[in-house]
């Protein structure tokens, strides 16, 4: 599949649940082994499921084999690999601490992006009473 085709279905799939902060970085000269990165924040563990969930369904919807999912036990970091492209949804603060656009982000691929998708998402603070709804 045409990389551009499968790089358009994730953030259309990305928008269609409302992702934050969506960034698309080209790995063809880090790695052969996929030649986009996608990194995206969600709001609740409940949205990072979603969003996961959204961009698998569009990787069935285009025949896609093989795709796999890792991390929707907690919902805090959720992988979704669609072979050529690697998916990662987070919740805003463990984005913060992993900083993967240190890692993949040398070269960022110009998308046109919804301007709510562009939007950071709020880091929850630690002061306790926040929702998680993780257990329901």
Do not use: C
């Amino acid at each position: 599949m045409d990389i551009q085709k499968l790089q358009r279905a994730v953030i259309d799939a990305l928008e269609d649940v409302k992702a934050q902060d969506i960034k698309v970085f080209n790995t063809t000269h880090l790695t052969s082994l996929f030649d986009r990165v996608v990194i995206a924040s969600a709001t609740s563990n409940r949205q990072t499921r979603a969003l996961a969930s959204s961009v698998a369904d569009r990787g069935r919807a285009l025949d896609l084999t093989g795709i796999t999912i890792e991390g929707e036990d907690t919902g805090e970091w959720v992988v979704v690999d669609l072979g050529d492209v690697v998916v990662h949804v987070m919740q805003p603060a463990i984005r913060q601490y992993y900083n993967l656009e240190e890692i993949w982000g040398g070269k960022p691929v110009r998308v046109k992006l919804l301007p709510e998708s562009t939007r950071p998402a709020p880091i929850a603070s630690d002061s306790g009473g926040a929702y998680d709804d993780s257990e329901y």
